[in-house]
């Protein structure tokens, strides 16, 4: 892809082929699997997250640099959706897999912050992880009180089950976590990093290195394949699996 930036993927939850990608010049997308990409017309904003609703999977998210928008359709049109943040320069946002209308979004210079209704209201959310690293790669998992996973700069992975009040060290990778993405399933979750793909099969709580060794800067994984994954390297070059990552 003819971009300096990689930011985000997406699978398209009705068609196994459209995959979104986000980047700093809007989101492209492509029909047949990554190998060709188009631009949307109409989406030129900061595309920094796409997220897409387990609870479903035709309601989409993009969030960026002064955009915070909601598709209905699968990603075939975006409408700006009301919110309350301190700040509209959103580095990382997720919707809750167990209820669409808890959102989790990380406002730059205002910190992580939480909302029940949608995102009318917000509220701030102190995640209190173990150490001085900083957070590289965070995703929610849903549940009552939430599931949280983060990895840190060091390589550290750690989960909470109680909303981030407590946590603990579920594994270690050899470089940078970079993002995660949650299988339909709900069970399985990859983690992108700074050498390669990783798997866990029990929610987080062990990890499996994937025979993919590149610098991983988003993926994307589910949509109506569950074991199909979807890589772009720091070289704009897409990888694809339609194993869980045994193949490429």
Do not use: C
């Amino acid at each position: 892809m003819e971009t300096q930036d990689y930011h985000a993927l997406a699978l398209a939850p009705g068609n196994p082929d459209t995959v979104f990608f986000g980047h700093h010049g809007g989101i492209l997308e492509s029909l047949d699997g990554g190998k060709t990409w188009n631009k949307i017309s109409g989406l030129s904003q900061d595309a920094m997250n796409l997220a897409v609703s387990h609870e479903n999977p035709e309601v989409m998210y993009l969030a960026g640099h002064n955009v915070f928008m909601k598709s209905g359709d699968g990603g075939q049109t975006w409408r700006d959706i009301q919110n309350n943040l301190p700040g509209l320069d959103l580095h990382w946002f997720a919707p809750d897999p167990d209820n669409s209308s808890r959102l989790y979004a990380n406002a730059a210079g205002f910190g992580l912050h939480q909302s029940s209704d949608g995102g009318v209201t917000w509220t701030p959310w102190d995640l209190q992880i173990p150490g001085d690293a900083s957070v590289s790669a965070l995703t929610v998992l849903g549940g009552r009180p939430v599931n949280v996973l983060a990895g840190t700069e060091d390589g550290n992975l750690f989960l909470s089950s109680d909303g981030a009040a407590s946590w603990e060290q579920v594994g270690t990778v050899n470089s940078m976590p970079m993002a995660f993405a949650l299988n339909p399933d709900g069970v399985t979750i990859y983690l992108g990093s700074m050498d390669g793909v990783y798997r866990s099969e029990d929610k987080g709580l062990s990890w499996t290195r994937l025979p993919l060794e590149t610098r991983v800067m988003a993926l994307a994984a589910g949509g109506l394949n569950p074991e199909r994954v979807v890589v772009v390297n720091d070289k704009g070059e897409v990888f694809r699996s339609d194993d869980g990552g045994q193949t490429w």
